[in-house]
Antibody
Framework: EAQVVESGGGLVQPGRSLRLSCTGS????????MNWFRQAPGKGLEWVGF??????????EYAASVKGRFTVSRDYTKSIAYLQMNSLRTEDTAVYYC?????????????WGQGTLVTVSS | QTVVTQEPSLTVSPGGTVTLTCGSS?????????PNWFQQKPGQAPRPLIH???NRYSWTPARFSGSLLGGKAALTLSGVQPEDEAEYYC??????????FGGGTKLTVL
């Protein structure tokens, strides 16, 4: 079964760092733009950032709320996408989801994970 | 700051038809914003329903359809089932580039 699975969530103090992983399996990982989204408790969904495929330059883009603090990267050999989160704030508390998307004349989020909870609290 | 607007809540009777809309503060929604729709039930991850305005995923029931309507993206549910009660989110793509979600529509089947 093709899927993505997030891991690495947990409790972290404000100002500290945490790295999330998103492991893909059952599909050609290199063909997919890897996205991160989040959902704070009781709130709506928010896009966090993405890393493009090699074909599209492998570059990254971020939401204004995390730019300069969060970094998305990917390891093609391991089929893993990462979300490095630095200088964490209490407002970063959320369930973090990753999703693999085909990007071209269409954009389809073919693979969406179950999420990992990040709690930022002292 | 780009704002994407959805109806906060809608109610529909079983077997009925309902249309959810998704508007943009920048003007008319077009196919170039690649409208995506997601369904989320309590305690579950979002599930993609429609991509690129009107394309269903393999797992999306045929009663769900997407379109552009009056300058907005629209999600129509025809023959609503009790299990369609959920929160529905639209997602639009903007140059910048960035993605923006709507605030969600809570659909009640009553």
């Amino acid at each position: 079964e093709a899927q993505v699975v997030e891991s690495g969530g947990g409790l972290v103090q404000p100002g500290r760092s945490l790295r999330l992983s998103c492991t893909g399996s059952g599909f050609t990982f290199g063909d997919y733009t890897m996205n991160w989204f989040r959902q704070a408790p009781g709130k709506g969904l928010e896009w966090v950032g993405f890393v493009r495929t090699r074909l599209h330059g492998g570059t990254t883009e971020y939401a204004a709320s995390v730019k300069g603090r969060f970094t998305v990267s990917r390891d093609y050999t391991k089929s893993i996408a990462y979300l490095q989160m630095n200088s964490l704030r209490t407002e970063d508390t959320a369930v973090y989801y990753c999703a693999g998307a085909i990007v071209g004349t269409i954009v389809s989020f073919d693979y969406w994970g179950q999420g990992t909870l990040v709690t930022v609290s002292s | 700051q780009t704002v994407v607007t959805q109806e906060p809540s809608l109610t529909v009777s079983p077997g009925g038809t309902v249309t959810l809309t998704c508007g943009s503060s920048t003007g008319a929604v077009t196919s170039g914003t690649f409208p995506n729709w997601f369904q989320q039930k309590p305690g579950q991850a979002p599930r993609p329903l429609i991509h690129s305005t009107s394309n269903r995923y393999s797992w999306t029931p045929a009663r769900f359809s997407g379109s552009l309507l009056g300058g907005k993206a629209a999600l129509t549910l025809s023959g609503v089932q009790p299990e369609d009660e959920a929160e529905y989110y639209c997602l639009l793509y903007y140059g910048g580039p960035h993605w923006v979600f709507g605030g969600g529509t809570k659909l009640t089947v009553l």
